[in-house]
């Protein structure tokens, strides 16, 4: 199953609602952008619609399954008018709301008597419910459009959707049938009193009391029904909640899950091998990198989702002979104007062991992680033949840069995989300490830039040597050491005095736009506040920031960066893009959405969990039977609990009072707090 588009780039198409058998007027090059769409996700089901609520045809609107759109046109008319829009709005992750009124010649005053409902799922249902409140009974006619494309969404995100097919009558519904001998069915309850196939429409007179209200249940199926990955028996995902005096708190963590609920997929391994896409609309092919990530932070809710994806990666991994062994596929991405593409397979390859060592922690049960030691030292083996004894670590091939992000992530697979091996019994991890102690070194020789304000790492050194010195949000990975025993952090590839350096780097407003972390400070050549690498606020990176900052002690840093992050979040609706424009935040503000930005985004639902669960600082070691806190002693949201989480395996709960103070109120059995 894929849902996968290029990264989208340029403004939506401008078309007219196409009738059947007529092709729409080409699109300008580039998908459409989705910033303002409402998209509600079950994967493999997805259902994107504008805030009217009416599906008109247009761009990327539609009921999707499995990257197929099964109805692009939906349109209502009552009483032979469209109903005037009034509010569209998530209200889950899966499902949207959106209300209306209908003005006709027979309401008796200027209030508005007929108010309509549309409560549309992803799994391809819509409730439209019609209420009355004229005092005399009505007779309505009511009469919905329908039309698609059977278009994958590839296609469409590329601007190359084919005309809208014909439809036939199919039982109480309409039916469109592709060439390849897919096809797509709409069923209506009750049943229409009339259909015409020829227009793509159905008609019923409805007849409503006062007072009365008269529902029409929809149903969009394809020739291979689905059930939502999400809504299974097989989800790892369990029902926990976070509370705080903060109101934001509630919301945020509440979206983040059901976000990351409805993106799970399954796998090739049966239906107990789930992972989350990368992000909807544009990124649900494989999993990789993201993957990882998202499922590293979101390791307080279980162990489950993380042992899946990585039993999925476990699979892709190269075995040949030749130089790639070991490594983790993975697509190039963007690394903004001054360094070349960066592979996410090397990314991947390098969270696989950290993901795994610290699942370990959380309570991966043994026969998962025998299971996947063996993978995890093959990304090690890969990781010794691509940089040596101690180097430096590049991109693949003879000139490629070696990045500051990229070196953080290889310190940390050193020594949380040498952890592992230990735990595990197997040899070699006295010699991963000692490459990481290595690896520190040149790092202190060769990447750091000193001035006068102090120093700050460089974000790249060159083939030729030479340091790109400018300010890049991506120096916050060096504050991501990872989780060792008895709640202890592994150390990272800077002392205290550089840690502080780095720490006054990411508070600065050259990177702190007041609603995160940019990737690119402000005034340095290149910078664009919508770039992906070059300006843009990363959600993903801002989490990493801010965990990292509280842990190092920094939390002037951390709760600007939380607050702002916060602040963003309402902005959104709770719902965090995976990115959004990294501008300067002024009083009455707000942030600027991205056009081309996945949402929801699997890193950026599991950020949400991360910086809340970081407020706290849960630092387990299921294997040690402890478990240690380290909330923020500023307590900058006031008091916060959160429920439902898993340690052990079981259902872990805490609460940081006012003052700071932590306590775990459920914890598995025999599981002790420690120090």
Known sequence: MALTAPSPNSEPPRTTPARAGRRRASP?????????????????????????????????????????????????????????????????????????????????????????????????????????SARRPRRIPVEISFGTDLAELAAIGAGRAGPELPAGVHAAGLRWSAPDGRYAVVTASPAPQDSLASAGLLRWE???????????????????????????????LPLAAAEADDPRVRPLFAASLGDLRGLLLRGPGGPGELHPAAGVPWRCGPPAAEALWAVRMALPLGTRLAAATLRTLARTQFRGRERDFGRLPGPLRDAGPHLPPSCTG????????????????????????????????RCLQWLRAASGDGELLGEPGPTGPQRVETQAHAHRAALLGADLLDACGRPGADGWREWAGELRRRFAETFW????????????????????????????????TGLLGEGRAAPGLLDGARTEQVARVLGSPALDTGWGLRGLAAKEPGHNPFGHRAGAVRVHETAVAIAGLAAAGHEKEAVSLLRGLLDAAEAFGHRLPEMYAGEQRTAGGAPV???????????????????????????????????????????????????????????????????????????????????
């Open 28 to 132: 300008p090059a580039g998908p459409p952008a989705v910033h303002h769409a409402l998209l509600c996700v079950a994967l493999p089901c997805l259902a994107i619609s504008a805030e009217h609520g009416q599906l008109t045809g247009e761009g990327i609107e539609g009921f999707y399954q499995s990257g197929r759109r099964l109805l692009s046109r939906c349109r209502l008319r009552i009483a032979g008018r469209d109903p005037v829009p009034l509010q569209g709005r998530l209200v889950a992750a899966d499902r949207a709301r959106f209300r209306a009124v209908v003005r006709t010649p027979e309401d008796a005053g200027p209030d508005p008597e007929i108010s309509v409902e549309r409560l549309r799922d992803a799994d391809g249902t819509e409730r439209i419910t019609l209420h009355s």
């Open 449 to 480: 830039i000193d001035d006068r304000a102090g120093g700050r790492p460089a974000a790249a050194r060159l083939s030729d040597g030479r340091l790109l010195p400018y300010p890049s949000g991506s120096s916050a990975h060096l504050l991501d």
């Open 206 to 236: 409805v007849e409503l009391g006062p007072g009365a209200a008269h529902t029409i249940e929809l149903r969009i199926r394809s020739d291979r029904p689905v059930r939502p990955t999400g809504r299974t028996g097989s989800d790892p």
């Open 346 to 377: 090397v990314e991947a390859t390098l969270a696989f062991p950290v993901v795994l060592a610290e699942a370990r922690r959380w309570g991966l049960p043994e026969k998962e992680l025998a299971e996947l030691l063996p993978a995890a030292e």
């Open 593 to 675: 959405p991205h056009p081309a930005a996945c949402r929801p985004a699997a890193v950026a639902a599991a950020a949400g969990i991360h910086v809340l669960t970081a407020l706290v600082g849960i630092r387990p070691d299921a294997p040690g039977g402890t478990v240690a806190l380290h909330p923020m002693r500023s307590a900058p949201l006031g008091a916060v609990q959160v429920s439902g989480l898993r340690v052990a395996g079981e259902p872990f709960s805490v609460r940081v009072s006012r003052l700071g103070l932590g306590m775990v109120e459920e914890a598995a059995d025999g599981l002790q707090l420690g120090v």
